[in-house]
């Protein structure tokens, strides 16, 4: 069954980091473009970023662009999104998905609070 779970969300505060994983069952990265979205409460869901594992192309909402980094470990099945120097208005469920189609994870949490 092919499945995507997310973690490393949490609460930290302005300017922290954490680091988000995108783990994958079922099937192999090799070959897909892995998108992480997000969703504020009463916001459209946002595209942050994604990667393509077949020639390592990526790419970055402009309200991340030098703060946030995606990256993936086919060996580990796993995708992650970096972020830094995170702001509160980066507080959204952060979520990944297999890009194009309606794969998607459960969600993880990111609050930006002092």
């Known amino acids: 069954q092919l499945q995507l779970v997310e973690s490393g969300g949490g609460l930290v505060q302005p300017g922290g980091s954490l680091r988000l994983s995108c783990a994958a069952s079922?099937?192999?990265?090799?070959?897909?473009?892995i998108a992480w979205f997000r969703q504020a409460p009463g916001k459209e869901r946002e595209g942050v970023s994604c990667i393509s594992s077949l020639d390592g192309s990526t790419y970055y909402a402009d309200s991340v662009k030098g703060r946030f980094t995606i990256s993936s470990d086919n060996a580990k099945n796993t995708a992650y999104l970096d972020m830094n120097n995170l702001k509160p208005e980066d507080t959204a469920i952060y979520c990944c998905n297999i890009w194009g189609t309606d794969y998607w994870g459960q969600g993880t949490q990111v609050t930006v609070s002092s």
């Open positions: 079922g099937f192999t990265l090799d070959g897909y473009t």
